[in-house]
């Protein structure tokens, strides 16, 4: 096994802690996805593909998970394989960090508890799926996911395919203007739905080049913005799930969850199976295409980052 460096709370594998010691190009990715998002034995291939993704890409993947109790901030592939093989793993959001840590629990780390401990380590950039966002009913169960709370508060940008369908996305949105987290869209100034290319939100700021996110990324430096930026990376119309399906099984999978009394952090989860399992795993196609477009383009945001740090490590602030 590969040495590690390990600090306080966290470990970083030594390819991560290499790249961030050079000011390489790293990307984050989450863990989540893995134990609850994607249907095992897919999940832990495609755990794999994506680091791969990122490599081939030309950044570092450095996979974040709670492996007892220790925040580990790029995974060896044993850990990744245990990870994805236990059936018993937490669901870890910022919150329960602590927790997992002073107990030495292990567990997949959501886009909030990602986005803090990369952010923590010095990772600027993060690759995800969907995001957490505000819930269809949270008029009356306060239901927004903490991803939200934690983009708000930390620098960190995220690559995404936008919101799940799942959710309310229009007041995922407004929620994203009220805690002053830079939305953008790649390519188009439409918000995708994340299996869908189009969600019919869009946003007032379309970008069509890494470079031009990096560039946000410094200005965002600069003036102070206490949080993060969040990228959503639409599929072509092409490789977008069947609108028709699914609107169908949007709504027998919000129903299923309400006759089931799902609540609280099973919410997702449930949906997300419910719906994987309906389309005869057609969304899982989908959903897995999104993640590899959001490692390539992280990486290639991570790229255009670091190159735009090494510039302006050379040039001195002029006086006046
Ligand atoms: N959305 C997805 N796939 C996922 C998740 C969200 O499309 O796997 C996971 C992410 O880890 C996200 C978490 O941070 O679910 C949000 O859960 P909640 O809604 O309980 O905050
Ligand atoms: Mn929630």
Redesign the pocket.
């Known amino acids: 096994m590969r040495s590690r460096q390990r600090v306080f709370g966290f470990v970083l594998s030594e390819p991560v802690a290499d790249a961030l010691g050079h000011g390489d190009p790293v990307v984050a990715l ?1 863990s ?2 893995i134990t ?2 994607l249907p095992r034995p897919e999940n832990l291939q495609a755990a794999l593909e994506f680091e791969r993704t990122v490599a081939g890409a030309g950044a570092v993947p450095a996979t974040i998970a709670m492996v007892d109790g220790l925040a580990h901030i790029g995974l060896d592939p044993d850990a990744l394989e245990r990870l994805a093989a236990a059936a018993d793993a937490l669901k870890l ?1 910022a919150r329960d960090l602590p927790i997992a840590m002073a107990q030495g629990a292990s567990g997949g780390t ?3 508890a990602t986005a803090l401990l990369a952010s923590r380590a010095g990772i600027r950039v993060f690759a995800t ?4 966002g505000v819930h269809r009913d949270a008029g009356s169960t306060f239901d927004e ?3 939200l709370g934690i983009l708000a508060s930390c620098r960190i940008t995220v690559i995404s395919g936008g919101v ?1 369908s799942i959710l309310d996305i229009g007041a995922t949105l407004e929620r994203l203007e009220s805690l002053s987290v830079t939305v953008l869209v790649f390519g188009t100034d439409r918000f995708p739905a ?1 299996w869908l290319t189009d969600s019919g939100y869009s946003v007032d700021f379309p970008v069509t080049t890494a470079d031009e996110i990096a560039q946000m990324m410094a200005a965002a430096d600069t003036i102070g913005l206490p949080g993060g930026i969040l990228v959503a990376n639409p599929l072509p119309e092409a490789a977008q799930l069947d609108p028709a399906l699914h609107d169908r099984l949007l709504r027998a999978g919000l129903e299923a969850a309400k006759a089931a009394s799902v609540r609280g ?1 099973e ?2 989860p449930f949906l ?1 199976d419910y719906i994987h399992e309906h389309t005869g795993r057609a969304s899982v196609a989908v959903n897995l295409d999104i993640v590899r477009g959001n490692c390539r383009l992280g990486a290639e945001v991570a790229r255009s980052w670091s190159v735009l740090q090494a510039r302006s490590d050379r040039v001195q602030p002029t006086a006046g």
Not at 129 to 132: A, E, N, R, T
């Open positions: 989450e989540t996805i609850h998002g959001s959501t886009v909030a799926g969907g995001i957490g996911s903490a991803d799940k994340f952090k919410i997702t997300l």
